[in-house]
């Protein structure tokens, strides 16, 4: 099977409540709104690859519970291949989102006694991929099939969204190290001095600030690109986003800073709705944003 992007991690079933305002202790509140869809970085990496018209698949766990099988059937909908799931009796992680009218957002995740799985626990030899995607959840599986292809030529991008065991472990293995502001202030305290220390692990690091923007560095070259201006509903999967067309892109000839605003232009589009999976961009809906950027 010849895929674009392969991701790798965490995938979950996501509760989005809206919310007028976030619960203060031991208030009770009645959300405005509900909707339930598949969620998780690599998971979501892996619909927004799909639906930019790109062949992705995603590797990792999905219980065998009722919001693994529906988190499934959409991975199956949106057309990633999905031989490469594992199924079991431990739950699918779940996570409850708050999400106010401004787009501000509260999270509560749970995984139960759901543990991250073995090294060997997926046989990827019938996988052949352009790029691999990782967001640091399945660190075995993900070190030892980076370990594995290191003579195949494959480029290799790490969604580090928060300083933990999987991401401490891959970040300095990958061709693209793209962190959150939070990670990058975990790591190194502030912005500025996580840039260049994160260049000392990776040969290409770009951080996402949010509505701020990003910025980058590649060997002596840096820089920093603005945040594509809309109306945010929920910031929910916009990080996801932003790394699936990342991955995509790194797929085709664009050059550095058309990839960046392509991915720029995937998460800004996926907070203007409610839900992560409901805000994943096609290819038109990112041309449009960039089109009324110009």
Not at 52 to 80: C, M, N, P, S
Not at 199 to 216: F, Q
């Amino acid at each position: 099977m010849n895929i674009d992007v392969l991701c790798v991690g965490h995938a979950s079933y996501d509760l989005i409540f809206s919310i007028d305002h976030h619960p203060k202790v031991d208030e009770k509140i009645s959300a405005t709104g509900f909707v339930g869809m598949g969620g998780g970085p690599a998971a979501n990496a892996a619909i927004t690859v799909a639906k930019l018209g790109f062949k992705a698949a995603y590797a990792g766990y999905l219980g065998l519970d009722i919001y693994g099988e529906r988190h499934y059937q959409e991975l199956l909908a949106t057309g990633v291949y999905s031989d490469l799931i594992v199924r079991g009796n431990s739950p699918t992680p779940l996570s409850t989102v708050l999400v106010k009218p401004d787009g501000q957002r509260a999270l509560i995740n749970y995984k139960g006694e759901t543990k991250a799985l073995s090294a060997e626990a997926i046989d990827f030899s019938p996988i052949s991929a352009k790029v691999f995607l990782f967001d640091g959840h399945e660190p075995q599986l993900s070190s030892a099939l980076l370990e594995s292809s290191q003579d195949k030529s494959i480029i290799s991008v790490l969604d580090a969204g928060s300083l933990h065991q999987g991401t401490l472990a891959l970040m300095d293995k990958v061709d693209y190290l793209v962190c959150s502001e939070k990670f990058a202030i975990q790591y190194a305290g502030t912005i500025e001095t996580a840039l260049h220390r994160l260049a000392e692990a990776s040969p290409n690091v770009v951080i996402t600030l949010g509505e701020n923007g990003l910025i980058w560095k590649r060997g002596q070259e840096q820089g920093a690109l603005s945040a594509f201006s809309v109306n945010c509903v929920d910031s929910t999967g916009a990080g996801d986003a932003f790394h699936g067309a990342f991955a995509a892109a790194l797929c085709t000839e664009m050059s550095w800073l058309d990839m960046l605003r392509y991915a720029s232009a995937a998460g800004a589009w996926c907070c203007t709705k409610i839900g992560a999976r409901t805000g994943i961009p096609n290819h038109q809906d990112i041309q449009v944003l960039l089109k009324s950027a110009l």
